[in-house]
Nanobody
């Protein structure tokens, strides 16, 4: 199983980035997918998640209205569109896959497969 995240970088406050995560080695189409982030000295926190059907999405309050999660089941890919970025969004962002047919969760322990992380740095 491999989750390959990309799209991170350095951006000024107010800017935008789109993260992508390509999954391989697992059945992508029946799993909830999520994005988490971890800033230095802090615990990993939930950012966004999407049901495998794409009909339900969940967001952390801190990103609601600014970030959008989407998925392309034909390409085994999940995206995170991040707009109006703030310095406090600076973190390593991880994509994650939950078990097949599981309920969409915000808890890291409910996600069993993780990507390597991509750094997002927002300057003020």
């Amino acid at each position: 199983v491999q989750l390959q995240a990309s799209g991170g970088g350095l951006v000024q406050a107010g800017g935008s980035l789109t993260l992508s995560c390509i999954a391989s080695g697992l059945t992508f189409t029946n799993r909830p997918m999520g994005w988490f982030r971890q800033a230095p000295g802090k615990e990993r926190e939930f950012v966004a998640a999407m049901m495998w059907t794409g009909t339900r999405t969940y967001y952390a309050d801190s990103v609601k209205g600014r970030f959008t999660i989407s998925r392309d089941n034909a390409k085994n890919t999940v995206h995170l569109q991040m707009n109006s970025l703030k310095p406090e969004d600076t973190a390593v962002y991880y994509c994650a896959a939950a078990e097949s047919y599981s309920d969409t969760s915000r808890v890291p322990d409910d996600f069993h497969y993780w990507g390597q992380g991509t750094q997002v740095t927002v300057s003020s």
